[in-house]
């Protein structure tokens, strides 16, 4: 595992990408500002599931299987930030205050940022046999009562939304993890270890 992380910063360090940082996920709503480099052979120090920073040449590396990356940018290139969202932080609407509490550190405009929200588990796939223990009722519109399955990506844009983010703003690369094991790793589909990095940085100069 440091070998390819090792390899993967080498590979970006010609667009700009100096170190990262990253942290011990843990399926919460901590957001951490301006966190500490953390070297590839070395576990992360800090536990949350959101970082941001204004350092150029500082990565933000977020760690999936089949939990949503969501990377958030503002319009002046100057600050960023990286979410990762499993059902529980859908739960918990992280996607919505770990947004609010991006704006609110660096004083942005919600209408200023752009968000991403790369490869996760597909709304045809995120099955919830227990819906009414695991979720309750506000979440019911983006459950599918016939398949028992919850359209995260639809949530996610929604919190999303709710925090400010103009629609005009939000991206999603729609590729279901769990349908596309050849291409990345599922714990769902596979009930194995195996990660995706999926990384935002700002650019020196």
């Known amino acids: 595992m440091a070998a390819n992380r090792r390899d993967l910063l080498a590979s970006l360090k010609t667009q700009g990408l100096s170190q990262w940082a990253e942290l011990s996920q843990v399926h ?36 999936t299987a089949d939990c949503q990356p969501i990377l958030l ?22 996607p919505l205050t770990g947004l609010v509490r991006f704006c609110e550190r ?50 996610t844009r929604h919190q999303l939304m709710l925090a400010g983010l103009p629609a005009r703003n939000i991206f999603g690369l729609d590729i279901c993890t769990a349908s596309n094991n050849e291409q990345f790793f599922s714990y769902r589909r ?8 999926s990384i935002i940085w700002i650019q020196n100069g």
């Open 73 to 94: 940018a503002h319009k002046s290139g100057r600050y960023v930030a990286a979410m990762h969202a499993g059902w529980r932080g859908n739960r918990c609407d992280f």
């Open 190 to 197: 596979a009930k194995a270890s195996g990660r995706q990095a």
């Open 106 to 155: 660096y004083d942005l405009k919600p209408q200023d940022v752009f968000a991403v929200r790369g490869p996760s588990l597909g709304p045809g796939m995120a099955e919830f046999v227990n819906f009414d223990r695991e979720w309750g009722a506000e979440f019911r519109p983006w459950f599918d009562e016939g398949s028992h399955t919850m359209d995260l990506w639809g949530l």
């Open 28 to 63: 919460g709503h901590v957001m951490v500002f301006e966190p500490q480099p953390v070297a590839c052979d070395a576990a992360p120090a800090e536990e949350g599931d959101g970082m941001a920073t204004a350092r150029p040449g500082m990565g933000l590396f977020i760690k």
